[in-house]
């Protein structure tokens, strides 16, 4: 099993940046992804940004330009810095870690984002 603890959401306005973090423990795979999602009201789940744990990098449409994604592979966290918000970033963010060789995916128990106009 691995556990996900997320922190660094809340409240900014627009323009403004926010970081997350998430941290992971518990079991280790050696070929894995770590990322976050993001659900906004009475939207789907979406992809925000992964990273591999050797660095390649892939991002939404939406946040590129905008959003970094990184990881520090000795301390199994995953960090998202978050600037030229937008009320439509509005969401829970949801920190993902991928177990690719057995294909499984760990959620952790999500971030309130609020952007304001």
């Known amino acids: 099993q691995v556990q996900l603890v997320e922190s660094g959401g809340g409240l900014v306005q627009a323009g403004g940046s926010l970081r997350l973090s998430c941290a992971a423990s518990?079991?280790?795979?050696?070929?894995?992804?770590m990322g976050w999602y993001r659900q906004g009201p009475g939207k789907q789940r979406e992809l925000v940004a992964t990273i591999t744990n050797g660095g390649s990098a892939n991002y939404a449409d939406s946040v590129k330009g905008r959003f970094t994604i990184s990881r520090d592979n000795a301390k199994n966290t995953v960090y998202l810095q978050m600037n030229s918000l937008k009320p439509e970033d509005t969401a829970v963010y949801y920190c993902?870690?991928?177990?690719?060789?057995?294909?499984?995916?760990?959620w952790g128990q999500g971030t309130q984002v609020t952007v304001s106009s």
């Open positions: 993902n870690y991928r177990a690719v060789v057995i294909r499984h995916d760990y």
């Open positions: 518990g079991s280790s795979f050696s070929i894995n992804a």
